[in-house]
């Protein structure tokens, strides 16, 4: 195996609170560890400063792009620990009021904002008392995003964007895909794993999915399972439940032998 083309990275799980600030050390402490661990890009799950029992909790603390503790801190920690660092979600200010963009944002070693992706798929889910819609709170973005990092074009998603698998094709050629996730207990438990392996698979590419695992403050239960994925779809390493790090090495050459193998990706016939 040719060392010089591995990569590691790194997911955090969390089990986010209503408080900003002990989120944002919390997050800290794992970006810290996950560096520790060699990792050179580090994902945090969704809504990873707040998850509340007030959804429009959000909307207080929504910030300008470029201003803000949520940014200041993404940047300093990536900065700190000379890491490519993905944030899972940050509430930025919308067209609306009341309503926040739901953003991931990425940024490079030196602490500088590399790309911004606002969630274009809001989720939406009822099943007796269990009631979601993202849509309340949340206004859409429309445009999908990657970047180019040393080790390859990496491209960006959050939570429900995972069942749209057009998305990702238009996103196009990648090494590494990123998900920031709060996947519920009742969808994770039934298709998470399924749908991550699946993108992996028809991408060709690696897939980083960082979720929020437990049970919250506000009683909310996320599924959890933050885990990394090769290019055929196989599990190299998870974490079921509770807050940690999930990391594992992207290896250059195995991707590469796997699409010269199987070249699927050169063998479409469909735009879409």
């Given at each position: ?55 429009a909790d ?7 792009e ?71 709170t ?7 995003v990657a ?30 895909l ?25 991408n ?10 437990g049970?919250?403050?506000?009683g ?50 469909l735009?879409?």
């Open positions: 195996m040719n060392t010089s083309a591995m990569t590691r990275v790194a997911a955090v799980q969390m089990v986010s609170g209503p408080n900003v600030a002990d989120n944002l050390d919390e997050a800290g402490h794992w970006i810290a560890e996950a560096a520790r661990q060699g990792a050179k890009l580090v994902a945090l799950p969704e809504y990873f400063a707040l998850i509340s029992g007030d959804e959000k909307v207080a603390i929504r910030e300008t470029g201003e803000g503790p949520i940014q200041r801190f993404m940047a300093e920690a990536a900065q700190r620990h000379g890491v490519w660092l993905v944030g899972g979600s940050v509430p930025l200010v919308a067209d609306r009021p009341d309503k926040v963009r739901n953003t991931c944002l990425a940024y490079g070693p030196d602490g500088r904002q590399v790309a911004r992706y606002d969630k274009i798929h809001l989720f939406a889910f009822t099943r007796g008392a269990e009631n979601y819609d993202e849509a309340r949340i206004e859409a973005g429309s445009t999908p970047f180019e990092a040393p080790f390859g074009r990496v491209g960006l998603s959050i939570c429900y964007d995972l069942r749209f698998p057009e998305f990702f094709r238009a996103l196009g050629d990648m090494k590494l990123v998900l920031g996730a709060a996947f519920t207990e009742t969808t994770g438990r039934a298709h998470w794993e399924l749908l991550l392996r699946a993108r992996a698979v028809e060709q590419c690696y897939v980083l999915a960082s979720a929020q695992g049970v919250h403050p506000s909310r239960r996320t599924f959890g399972d933050s885990m990394l994925i090769d290019p055929w779809g196989q599990v190299l390493n998870r974490l079921a439940r509770g807050p940690g790090v999930v990391a594992g090495d992207l290896n250059e050459d195995y991707l590469v032998e796997i699409r010269q193998n199987l070249p699927a990706l050169g063998h479409r016939r735009s879409c």
